[in-house]
């Protein structure tokens, strides 16, 4: 299937923009409209579509950037739902709760849903689809949401707008779990992580390409996005082997990816442009923390340094 037949845009470059720094913690402390601008400033020298995950203060921000600085940047804006059962397969405990606290999820969730409805029908020129929710329904998700679940909240979007409605999930329950959901949502939107999946550098693309091809082969009529890939530039050794993520890997990862989703012709929103601070641990070196392609300082890493200032920094 082609983008067009889902899209107005051909497939081009994407990222997965999320702008908190330091000290700045989601649903606590929000990025200044300034703050926003400067971050968006660079990201459009690279890529052309980004990625918002959720409904809030920071996702309104970008919006009005985008509208009043006039940046030719089109936007996936997604409501982040909340679990709505418990999984008891969590890995880290993280997915087990009160009926109370399910119960307000569920309140939680169509508010978001509601948010996400009026910010696609108010920003219309610019975001370009929507997304019902993020890693919901894998086995390890800490915010589980029932499938049928997922495909009434994408029934609803779907009715209330015109843009194309998706969901964001590992590849994984794409090929079996959510099977009911393909024919509700307009595209089918996939996650691959070689780095989480203990594979090295080396193996890393082609294991990429296994992923994507294993749910195009699965549901041909349907288009697939890659709405996370990538590679972290550091790692404590937990979840990650330390030798395997480093900023050299990282580039070659981002390059190997970039050339491949050109060639093919794949939307691809790579993850992500800004290192993260507020994730994960406390350690410094905790991996969540470590997927920008430019530090939290704003400057680049590797990637997306220019030869002559990646020499030059050599040679210091």
């Given at each position: ?17 999320s702008g908190y720094r330091a000290g700045q913690v989601p649903g606590v402390s929000f990025p200044s409209y300034n703050e ?98 993020n890693e919901a329904c894998v086995e390890w998700t800490d915010h589980m949401v029932p499938v049928a679940r997922v495909i ?165």
């Open positions: 299937m082609k983008y067009t037949d889902v899209f107005s845009i051909d497939a081009a470059s994407a990222v997965c923009y926003v601008k400067e971050d968006l400033l660079i990201v459009k020298k690279h890529w052309s579509y980004i990625r918002l995950y959720s409904c809030d203060a920071h996702s309104k921000t970008v919006l009005e950037v985008i509208e009043n600085e006039k940046l030719d940047l089109k936007v996936m804006l997604g409501a982040y739902i909340t679990a709505e059962e418990n999984n008891h397969n969590c890995p880290w405990g993280g997915g087990v709760y009160t009926d109370q606290t399910l119960q307000n999820n569920r309140l939680h969730n169509q508010n978001e849903i509601n948010k996400l409805i009026e910010l696609a029908n108010t920003y219309d020129s610019i975001i370009f689809s929507l997304s019902v929710g009434a909240y994408v029934k609803q979007l779907k009715a209330a707008t015109k843009q194309p409605v998706t969901f964001c999930e590992n590849y994984v329950p794409w090929l079996d779990k959510l099977a009911p959901l393909v024919e509700a949502v307009d595209f089918i939107s996939i996650h691959t992580y070689p780095l989480w999946e203990y594979k090295t550098i080396d193996e890393a693309i082609s294991f990429t390409k296994q992923n994507y091809q294993a749910v195009a082969k699965e549901y041909p009529h349907k288009l697939v996005v890659i709405t996370e890939a990538g590679w972290a530039s550091t790692s404590n050794g937990k979840g990650i082997p330390r030798e395997h993520a480093n900023p050299v890997f990282q580039k070659i990862y981002y390059q190997e990816l970039s050339r491949w989703c050109e060639e093919d012709c794949i939307l691809t929103f790579i993850f992500e442009a800004f290192d993260e601070p507020w994730k994960g641990s406390d350690d410094p070196d905790e991996p969540e923390k470590h997927w920008g392609l430019y530090y939290e300082n704003r400057s680049p890493k590797l990637a997306l340094k220019k030869k002559t200032a990646y020499k030059a920094e050599q040679t210091r």
